[in-house]
C-alpha cells in the first residue's frame, strides 16, 4: 500500500515568516497531490492541490510544488499569519484510485 | 462550514453498545466517504459509495462496521458491539465524481467515546 510520510510533524514560526512541509509518498503511481488543513474541532479542508502534469502552483500565500521523480511535494506557506495555526495534511491520490491516503500531519503553530 | 453535515457531533457509549452516525453531503454529490482520524494521526479511509451503491471497503472495516446510503443522499454508519477500540472521530466526505476537481469536502465530524 501507499507509504505517506510528512515532514516536520511540528513546526513553530513567528508570524511573517515562512514555513515549508515536505510530503513523501511512495506510490508513483499518484497523480493527484493535494493539501488539507485542519482545525481544532473541524474536518480537513482543502487549501491547494496539483496534478502531476505541473511543477509548481501558487495561490497568494501559499504554494505547492511537486518533484514527481523524487517522489515528494512540498507545501509552502510564506508571511504566517496566526490563523495559519492548524494540522496540515497531504493526500496523495493514487491514479484510478477512489480514496485519499492521508499522512501523519504536521502541527504549524504561528507565534504572533 | 463546508455544506457536509454530520450527527450526532459527540456521541458517548458504553462497550457493547451499538451506535449509528448520520452524513449528510452536499445535495449534488454523488460520490460520499466515510474516514476514521484516531488521536494525532490522518484519516483513514473506511469506505465510499457512488450514489447508493458502496463501492469500497478498507479492510479497516470490520464486519461490525457497516455503512448504507439508500438513496443516494445521506449516508449512516453504524456500529455493532462498540470496542474502546472504536473510540475516534469519523468524518464523512462528499464530491461530485466525473467533475473538475478531486476534492473532497469534509464535515465536522462524529467523535466517538466508548467508556
Known amino acids: 500500500g501507499e507509504n505517506v510520510e510528512q515532514h516536520p510533524s511540528t513546526l513553530s514560526v513567528q508570524e511573517g515568516d515562512s514555513a515549508v512541509i515536505k510530503c513523501t509518498y511512495s506510490?508513483?503511481?499518484?497523480?493527484?497531490f493535494p493539501w488539507y488543513k485542519q482545525e481544532l474541532g473541524k474536518g480537513p479542508q482543502l487549501i491547494i492541490d496539483?496534478?502531476?502534469?505541473?511543477g509548481e502552483k501558487k495561490d497568494q500565500r501559499i504554494a505547492v510544488t511537486l518533484n514527481k521523480t523524487a517522489k515528494h511535494f512540498s507545501l509552502h506557506i510564506t508571511e504566517t499569519q496566526p490563523e495559519d495555526s492548524a494540522v496540515y495534511f497531504c493526500?496523495?491520490?493514487?491514479?484510478?484510485?477512489?480514496?485519499?491516503?492521508f499522512g501523519t500531519g504536521t502541527r504549524l503553530t504561528v507565534i504572533p | 462550514d463546508t455544506g457536509v453535515s454530520q450527527n450526532p457531533r459527540h456521541k458517548i457509549t458504553k462497550r457493547g453498545q451499538n451506535v449509528t452516525f448520520r452524513c449528510d453531503p452536499i445535495?449534488?454529490?454523488?460520490?460520499l466517504y466515510w474516514y476514521r482520524q484516531t488521536l494525532g494521526q490522518g484519516p483513514e479511509f473506511l469506505t465510499y459509495?457512488?450514489?447508493?451503491?458502496?463501492?469500497?471497503k478498507s479492510r479497516l472495516l470490520s464486519d461490525r462496521f457497516s455503512a448504507e446510503r439508500p438513496k443516494g443522499s445521506f449516508s449512516t454508519l453504524e456500529i455493532q458491539r462498540t470496542e474502546q477500540g472504536d473510540s475516534a472521530m469519523y468524518l464523512c466526505?462528499?464530491?461530485?465524481?466525473?467533475?473538475?476537481?478531486?476534492?473532497?469536502?469534509f464535515g465536522p465530524g462524529t467523535r466517538l467515546t466508548v467508556t
Open positions: 466526505a462528499s464530491t461530485l465524481a466525473g467533475g473538475s476537481t478531486y476534492e473532497q469536502y
Open positions: 506510490d508513483s503511481a499518484s497523480n493527484y
Open positions: 496539483i496534478r502531476s502534469n505541473v
Open positions: 493526500a496523495p491520490l493514487r491514479g484510478g484510485a477512489n480514496n485519499l491516503f
Open positions: 445535495s449534488e454529490h454523488n460520490r
Open positions: 459509495f457512488q450514489n447508493e451503491a458502496q463501492l469500497e
